[in-house]
């Protein structure tokens, strides 16, 4: 009893301690090297460039306010508004929703294909027709039953005037072979300035996969470029190239669960590597960018992935990459109200549990800080608000919002 006794208050303050080493564990902290990565990387790797990774951090000086819009939204993927300021969230499990600008009211949209769920599987990302505002015509990406198991398929249809249902679904793009599997998917759908459709496609995962990310013969690891019609578009790199299918703009990518186009109008892939080498690429066409034969990151095993090489003749280096992984999702250029974050990268992170803040110049990063850390939440994708705030969803269900105080 005295044992118990003494034992029980000297417990409190253990624990007391500990979830104060736990809060103070999700505040951005500043490593001896001045970057915000405090933990050691996998693996001894060297960068290719002062600042490929590991770069000073930064500190947002502005005040903001973060405010959950809705922690009901199920298994969000993406976010998009539409042109009145309400959002379309896509659902994992097969359908979209229609949330309120304040986030309290959802309306289900029906009449999508059947997707395959299970795993990193669903419905998606989604993107509106340049001219949705007359034709109501939206583009949504998901993992397709096809063949003896599933591939990644982007499909256009119109929506109903009431927002509750989508017609004439029809399915432009698949990213063959299909394969037997539940992951990486890549998949998200950005349109250019012309009017153009990029795509991202993941390699599937598998060692057996992973090799068709250095083929061009078929479709994953890569990003396409197609018309809204799934039409190879006009400038494809390899047109008329023997052995390259030709909606393909650019390979060697693992799985880009973020695109995304600059205020200046260049393409960046975010996306994630295996233990270590999580990358952001600028994405030029025609080029290689090195997956599964040259990467940062080792095996989940501790192996080496392939010759265990950071560089290659032929394949382009990293803009920028993390070891330990973040796990970047989805991706976004801020063009809101705060100042200082103007043509700053946000990315969504899943076991990273922030949203990451990349300052860049020229094309090279000069910044980065760790937003939201506090949450412990794992943000699938983030949005550049027409209202000028910024906005995110999480795995558990969670809408929120990030405006200037
Ligand atoms: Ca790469």
């Known amino acids: 009893m005295k044992i118990n006794q003494f034992y029980i208050p000297l417990l409190s303050v253990i624990l007391t301690l500990s979830s104060c080493k736990k809060n103070n564990a999700h505040a951005q902290q500043v490593g001896n090297d001045g970057s915000v990565e405090t933990e050691k990387p996998n693996s001894e790797y060297q960068p290719a460039f002062k600042g490929q990774t590991r770069i000073k951090a930064v500190k947002t000086n502005t005040a903001y306010n973060v405010e959950i819009l809705?922690?009901?939204?199920?298994?969000?993927?993406?976010?998009?508004?539409?042109?009145?300021?309400?959002?379309?969230?896509?659902?994992?499990?097969?359908?979209?929703?229609?949330?309120?600008?304040?986030?309290?009211?959802?309306?289900?949209?029906?009449?999508?294909?059947?997707v395959d769920a299970k795993g990193q599987g669903g419905m998606l990302d989604v993107a509106l027709d340049p001219d949705f505002t007359t034709n109501s015509i939206i583009y949504f990406s998901f993992s397709e039953p096809?063949?003896?198991?599933?591939?990644?398929?982007?499909?256009?249809?119109?929506?109903?005037?009431d927002l509750k249902s989508i017609e004439e679904v029809k399915v432009i793009f698949r990213a063959e072979p299909s394969y037997d599997g539940d992951k990486h998917y890549g998949s998200r759908l950005v349109f250019d300035k012309d009017g153009n459709l990029f795509v991202s496609t993941g390699e599937r995962s598998d060692k057996v996969t992973r090799v068709y990310a250095q083929k061009t013969d078929n479709y994953l690891g890569k990003i396409i470029k197609i018309?809204?019609?799934?039409?190879?578009?006009?400038?494809k790199p390899f047109v008329g190239k023997q052995?390259?299918?030709?909606?393909?703009?650019?390979?060697?990518?693992?799985?880009?669960q973020g695109l995304?186009?600059?205020?200046?109008?260049?393409?960046?892939?975010?996306?994630?590597?295996?233990?270590?080498g999580d990358e952001i690429n600028l994405i030029q066409p025609g080029k290689n960018y090195g997956w599964g034969d040259v990467t940062y990151g080792i095996e989940y095993s501790g192996a080496k992935v392939g010759d265990g090489i950071t560089k290659k003749e032929g394949t382009e280096q990293p803009v920028y990459y993390w070891d330990p992984v973040i796990s970047p999702s989805g991706v976004t250029f801020y063009t809101g109200n705060v100042?200082?974050?103007?043509?700053?990268?946000?990315?969504?992170?899943?076991?990273?549990?922030?949203?990451?803040?990349?300052?860049?110049k020229d094309n090279k990063v000069i910044g980065e800080e760790r937003l939201l850390a506090d949450q412990n939440e794992r943000f699938r994708d983030v949005l550049d608000g027409i209202d000028g705030n910024l906005y995110a969803v999480t795995d558990s269900g969670k809408l929120y919002k990030v405006s200037k105080k």
Not at 81 to 110: A, C, H, W
Not at 146 to 156: D, H, I, M, P, Q
């Open 243 to 256: 052995g390259y299918k030709p909606e393909i703009y650019a390979y060697g990518v693992r799985n880009p």
């Open 339 to 360: 100042e200082e974050w103007k043509g700053n990268l946000f990315i969504g992170c899943l076991s990273g549990e922030h949203i990451n803040r990349i300052v860049m």
């Open 70 to 114: 809705n922690k009901d939204l199920g298994r969000p993927w993406g976010i998009i508004n539409l042109p009145d300021g309400r959002f379309l969230i896509t659902d994992k499990k097969g359908y979209m929703n229609v949330v309120s600008k304040d986030g309290k009211q959802i309306t289900k949209i029906e009449g999508f294909p059947k």
């Open 146 to 161: 096809f063949g003896k198991g599933n591939l990644t398929s982007v499909a256009k249809g119109k929506l109903s005037d």
């Open 227 to 235: 018309t809204k019609d799934g039409l190879p578009a006009p400038g």
């Open 260 to 276: 995304a186009i600059d205020p200046n109008g260049n393409l960046w892939d975010v996306e994630m590597g295996p233990r270590g």
